[in-house]
T-cell receptor, first 112, second 113 residues
């Protein structure tokens, strides 16, 4: 079946440390993966994306890694800041249908 | 400003009543989506539409209905057949095709009283 899931429901990180949020997916036909950040009471916001023909993509303080062999996606946030506190979702998009499927999310909390 | 607008932000409904949630976008996107989010949970797809006058059921369509008469608008009706409608509803839009991100509205929190 189609599913995108996360290994860890919550993650607590010391301010200034790096954060790594993981995601597993099951649809090997997925072409495109997206990470979203959702702050409390708001809609998700795009962070970074990666296509299935890539294994790494970097943005500002964020890096996404894709391992198609084990169907694993991760989001790395460098020098985590209090403003990074949110729920992070991975999502996949595949060519068989123009729809985006979301994982269950990981809550990231920052310790001062 | 370009964007996607959901209204109202908060909505209260009595049991047994239908209620319609509004979603409007001026991004010229062909695809629009409705998701439901329960507390501490992820987003589940209710309905999506790739083009005007066409829409498909998502994973949890029962008790919901949609229409797509205009490109800019994709209203969601929560019917009395939806057994547990209290949730946070999110609308999104995107360009069609793979490799396009979805842009989200700020959500509507529906509470059944």
């Amino acid at each position: 079946g189609e599913s995108v899931g996360l290994h860890l429901p919550t993650l607590s990180v010391q301010e200034g440390d790096n954060s790594i949020i993981n995601c597993a997916y099951s649809n090997s036909a997925s072409d495109y993966f997206i990470w979203y950040k959702q702050e409390s009471g708001k809609g998700p916001q795009f962070i970074i994306d990666i296509r299935s023909n890539m294994d790494k993509r970097q943005g500002q303080r964020v890096t996404v890694l894709l391992n198609k062999t084990v169907k694993h996606l991760s989001l790395q946030i460098a020098a985590t800041q209090p403003g990074d506190s949110a729920v992070y979702f991975c999502a996949e998009n595949f060519q068989s249908a123009s729809k985006i499927i979301f994982g269950s999310g990981t809550r990231l909390s920052i310790r001062p | 400003d370009g964007g996607i607008t959901q209204s109202p932000k908060y909505l209260f409904r009595k049991e047994g009543q239908n209620v319609t949630l509004s979603c409007e976008q001026n991004l010229n996107h062909d695809a629009m989506y409705w998701y439901r989010q329960d507390p501490g949970q992820g987003l589940r797809l209710i309905y999506y539409s790739q083009i005007v006058n066409d829409f498909q059921k998502g994973d949890i369509a029962e008790g919901y209905s949609v229409s797509r008469e205009k490109k800019e608008s994709f209203p969601l009706t929560v019917t009395s057949a939806q057994k547990n409608p209290t949730a946070f509803y999110l609308c999104a839009s995107s360009i069609t095709g793979v490799g396009t991100e979805a842009f989200f509205g700020q959500g509507t929190r529906l509470t059944v009283v």
